[in-house]
């Protein structure tokens, strides 16, 4: 069997605000495997980020999370704050959205790669140097002996991910996080930025965990995706299978508001309405205000149930066979 790297059992996060609690995840399960992608998709503010950055412990101070995680089967909500830093330094590594807020602009980009090796890996500096030289060799960074000693302003924004990213696999973690990490780069550049995390996947045997708002992209990488909105998940299974019948209707409606060439000049659907306040989410599915199959009265009162429309594919609704056709 295949080695479960991270699950996610009844992950639930409120944030303390000034206005009061909010539920910025409630009740939340996956896991991912070595070798696997699991993809998180969904609105900004439905929760991606935050789960990811909870079950890691790296939530803000005022979060409050509960919840099981297991970490290649250690209970991280149950060791030291000590500890979780060296598993969380040693196997997982993370590549967000901005290069520029993951680099710190005084030091060398070989220096920063090198910083993790020293720490989890016991290297002295000139082994970490090294090491940091065949990273940045790894990731595809032209010269990486010369540049070893290049500060990030002097590397373009996707050379900067490529360096980032070089960061994460510093350790060789069995888990990469990808939070947005293509976001901010021109189309050519996100493309090379996602065959470099496929190939050194394909090498590595890393397990990724990639969080994104782009549908064309998970499509292309993902073994299985998960649909959050308001701070839950609406729909989960295997890429291909959410994506050839989409059973709930936001998983529905962004798959309709992609772009398609071959219906280029005309309006994209939009979905009306705003993502649920997490400060005020109402007491059954949060997007029923914006649905537009909507069900009976039991979509506003009550919570629907993830119910498994096909092997492995559960949706959240109470009406899954109509959903599924």
Same mark, same amino acid.
């Given at each position: ?34 070798? %696997? ?12 980020? /935050? ?8 939530? +803000? ?32 590594? =993370? &590549?967000?959205?901005?290069? /520029? ?21 016991? /290297? ?26 290049? #500060? ?6 996707? /050379? ?40 050194? %996947?394909?090498?590595?045997?890393? !397990? ?10 998970? !499509? ?8 959050? #909105? ?5 729909? %989960? ?7 050839? !019948?989409?059973?709930? +209707? #936001? ?26 306040? +997490? ?7 949060? =997007?029923?205000?914006?649905? +537009? &199959? ?23 609704? =109470? #009406? ?6």
């Amino acid at each position: 069997m295949t080695r479960e790297v991270l699950a996610i059992e009844e992950l639930t996060v409120t944030l303390g605000t000034r206005r009061g609690a909010a539920r910025a995840v409630a009740g939340v399960d996956w896991s991912v495997a070595a070798g %696997q992608t699991f993809a998180l998709v969904g609105e900004s503010g439905s929760g991606k980020s /935050m789960s990811v950055l909870a079950a890691t412990g790296l939530a +803000p101070r005022t979060a409050r999370v509960t919840g099981r995680v297991r970490l290649l089967g250690e209970e991280l909500t149950a060791v030291s704050p000590q500890r979780r830093r060296r598993l969380r330094g040693r196997h997982v590594g =993370f &590549v967000f959205q901005d290069p /520029m807020t993951s680099l710190n602009p005084v030091l060398t980009v070989g220096r920063q790669v090198a910083e993790g090796c020293e720490e989890h890996l016991g /290297m002295t500096r000139r082994q970490a140097r090294d090491r940091a030289v065949e990273l940045l060799d790894l990731v595809g960074i032209p010269s990486p002996a010369q540049r070893v000693d290049a #500060y990030p302003h002097q590397f373009s924004g996707g /050379m900067r991910q490529r360096a980032v990213i070089a960061m994460a696999l510093a350790c060789e973690p069995d888990l990469l996080i990808a939070d947005e990490p293509t976001t901010a780069l021109d189309v050519t550049t996100q493309a090379q930025i996602v065959e470099l995390v496929a190939d050194l %996947q394909r090498r590595l045997g890393t !397990a990724v965990v990639w969080i994104t708002h782009d549908l064309g992209v998970v !499509a292309g990488v993902a073994d299985t995706v998960a649909v959050m #909105y308001g701070g839950r998940i609406v729909e %989960q299974g295997p890429v291909d299978a959410v994506f050839a !019948a989409p059973g709930h +209707p #936001y998983t529905r409606a962004l798959l309709a508001a992609r772009p398609d060439p071959a219906h280029a000049g005309g309006d994209l659907p939009a979905i009306d309405g705003s993502p649920p306040n +997490p400060l005020d989410l109402p007491a059954g599915c949060a =997007f029923w205000p914006r649905c +537009p &199959v909507r069900g009976d009265a039991r979509c506003a009162d009550e919570l629907p149930p993830l119910t498994e429309v096909a092997p492995g594919h559960r949706v959240r609704t =109470f #009406y899954p066979a109509r959903e599924a056709r």
